[in-house]
């Protein structure tokens, strides 16, 4: 198999730059923009901030990192380590800085309940009056109980409830009253016993919001009874996003906080790009299942004219790859949040897209090949449909390979 022209697998790094593999003099080295820090799990598998224009390379994946691509999004929930300045504790008590966080410091609150009623921590704010996405997300770990319980309060009775179950690892989810819907929600698993837990729904147009937070030792809902009066477990990392998925964790204190969206890219690669014949080669996965945006990142050559590219349609999470605006094939994956080898293969009128060992498309009809190609982008070559994602292997073949290297090179 033919060597790349072009390789970065996410190692090295300092701000503004991801350095590459190949080539060897750092010409392909990409450079990386953010305008806020960010965090990240580290690899002693820790959330740790990283500073401004420093890329995010994310072990939460194992033990080789990938570059980790956001949006921007802001945390409104006040306080996401400090819980006892959250305004409403009906029958519950928090103490803080009890036991070390998923950031390795003392910096986690115990929740308990304090009587066999109705049970809650609760913060509200303010919002539009209008229906949004929003996503409720919070680290938990289990102290006394099997159950902690998470609600989204609307105008009463619309809300969403969740249910998780610390011995069967399960979330569960249901809305009450009118207007709120579910989109997803999801269990990470961190170390030292610390899952994150978030849920994804749409609200009703009512102008407030409230989150609510409760520890249980059966299952039940906030506003019920339960078997016991003293029921705890530790929380941290608390986070209301108007966003459809949970993004990395955004601390605040009296204060919303941001972080920015992320890019890379480079130019000046005429000399490592074929506009003859080439192919575009990446392992990548989706931040969520919930996300119905196109994302891509591309070869081109600084323009809207001339493009190669692979990445998320706006349809269900499906990749596709194409050249010039015509699409080669979609690829449905079970679960986009996997990662997923793929290729586009492309030259006059033979244009092909490869997914995990399999082809997946062609374009045999008239086509030209782009010319110029001098740049990888975050985007396509419109500077738009940013790409949000990660990214552990991107590779560049200023040749062809041959179908059945393709397979091979992408298969899991």
Same mark, same amino acid.
């Given at each position: 198999?033919?060597?790349?022209?072009?390789?970065?697998?996410?190692?090295?790094?300092?701000?503004?730059?991801?350095?590459?593999?190949?080539?060897?003099?750092?010409?392909?080295?990409?450079?990386?923009?953010?305008?806020?820090?960010?965090?990240?799990?580290?690899?002693?598998?820790?959330?740790?901030?990283?500073?401004?224009?420093?890329?995010?390379?994310?072990?939460?994946?194992?033990?080789?990192?990938?570059?980790?691509?956001?949006?921007?999004?802001?945390?409104?929930?006040?306080?996401?380590?400090?819980?006892?300045?959250?305004?409403?504790?009906?029958?519950?008590?928090?103490?803080?800085?009890?036991?070390?966080?998923?950031?390795?410091?003392?910096?986690?609150?115990?929740?308990?309940?304090?009587?066999?009623?109705?049970?809650?921590?609760?913060?509200?704010?303010?919002?539009?009056?209008?229906?949004?996405?929003?996503?409720?997300?919070?680290?938990?770990?289990?102290?006394?109980?099997?159950?902690?319980?998470?609600?989204?309060?609307?105008?009463?009775?619309?809300?969403?409830?969740?249910?998780?179950?610390?011995?069967?690892?399960?979330?569960?989810?249901?809305?009450?009253?009118?207007?709120?819907?579910?989109?997803?929600?999801?269990?990470?698993?961190?170390?030292?016993?610390?899952?994150?837990?978030?849920?994804?729904?749409?609200?009703?147009?009512?102008?407030?919001?409230?989150?609510?937070?409760?520890?249980?030792?059966?299952?039940?809902?906030?506003?019920?009874?339960?078997?016991?009066?003293?029921?705890?477990?530790?929380?941290?990392?608390?986070?209301?996003?108007?966003?459809?998925?949970?993004?990395?964790?955004?601390?605040?204190?009296?204060?919303?906080?941001?972080?920015?969206?992320?890019?890379?890219?480079?130019?000046?690669?005429?000399?490592?790009?074929?506009?003859?014949?080439?192919?575009?080669?990446?392992?990548? %996965?989706?931040?969520?299942?919930?996300? $119905? #945006?196109?994302?891509?990142?591309?070869? @081109?050559?600084? *323009? =809207? /004219?001339?493009?190669?590219?692979?990445?998320?349609?706006?349809?269900?999470?499906?990749?596709?790859?194409?050249?010039?605006?015509?699409?080669?094939?979609?690829?449905?994956?079970?679960?986009?949040?996997?990662?997923?080898?793929? %290729?586009?293969?492309?030259?006059?009128? $033979? #244009?092909?897209?490869?997914?995990?060992? @399999?082809?997946? *498309? =062609? /374009?045999?009809?008239?086509?030209?090949?782009?010319?110029?190609?001098?740049?990888?982008?975050?985007?396509?070559?419109?500077?738009?449909?940013?790409?949000?994602?990660?990214?552990?292997?991107?590779?560049?073949?200023?040749?062809?390979?041959?179908?059945?290297?393709?397979?091979?090179?992408?298969?899991?």
């Amino acid at each position: 198999m033919a060597t790349p022209s072009i390789t970065m697998i996410p190692s090295g790094y300092k701000p503004e730059k991801v350095y590459s593999v190949l080539p060897t003099n750092g010409d392909g080295d990409l450079f990386f923009d953010r305008n806020t820090p960010a965090t990240r799990v580290n690899k002693d598998g820790l959330i740790e901030q990283v500073g401004t224009d420093v890329p995010t390379l994310d072990y939460s994946d194992g033990s080789c990192p990938s570059l980790l691509s956001e949006r921007y999004s802001l945390n409104l929930a006040l306080y996401s380590e400090d819980f006892s300045q959250w305004w409403q504790k009906t029958n519950s008590t928090v103490t803080t800085n009890q036991t070390t966080s998923p950031s390795g410091d003392l910096t986690a609150d115990k929740l308990q309940r304090t009587s066999t009623t109705y049970n809650y921590l609760g913060k509200g704010i303010s919002k539009a009056t209008q229906q949004l996405n929003m996503t409720i997300s919070i680290f938990v770990k289990q102290g006394e109980g099997d159950f902690f319980t998470i609600r989204g309060q609307g105008d009463y009775p619309n809300r969403i409830d969740a249910i998780y179950q610390f011995s069967t690892n399960e979330l569960n989810t249901s809305v009450g009253g009118n207007n709120f819907t579910v989109i997803n929600s999801s269990v990470k698993e961190h170390i030292n016993g610390w899952v994150r837990l978030s849920i994804s729904f749409n609200t009703d147009n009512f102008g407030s919001f409230t989150t609510f937070f409760s520890p249980r030792n059966t299952s039940g809902f906030i506003d019920h009874n339960d078997s016991s009066s003293s029921s705890f477990v530790y929380i941290w990392g608390a986070q209301l996003e108007e966003q459809p998925y949970a993004t990395s964790y955004i601390p605040t204190t009296s204060e919303t906080a941001s972080r920015s969206g992320d890019s890379f890219s480079k130019t000046g690669l005429s000399s490592y790009i074929s506009s003859t014949a080439g192919v575009l080669y990446a392992e990548i %996965a989706s931040l969520s299942t919930g996300d $119905n #945006t196109t994302r891509v990142f591309s070869l @081109n050559d600084g *323009g =809207s /004219t001339n493009v190669v590219y692979i990445g998320f349609s706006s349809s269900g999470g499906r990749i596709y790859a194409g050249i010039n605006y015509q699409i080669v094939a979609y690829f449905t994956p079970t679960d986009p949040t996997d990662f997923h080898k793929v %290729a586009i293969k492309y030259e006059d009128n $033979n #244009t092909k897209f490869f997914v995990n060992g @399999n082809q997946i *498309g =062609s /374009t045999e009809t008239t086509q030209t090949v782009p010319s110029g190609l001098s740049q990888i982008k975050s985007t396509s070559g419109l500077n738009s449909d940013r790409f949000y994602g990660k990214v552990k292997d991107l590779r560049v073949y200023n040749t062809l390979l041959t179908d059945l290297e393709l397979k091979e090179l992408t298969t899991i």
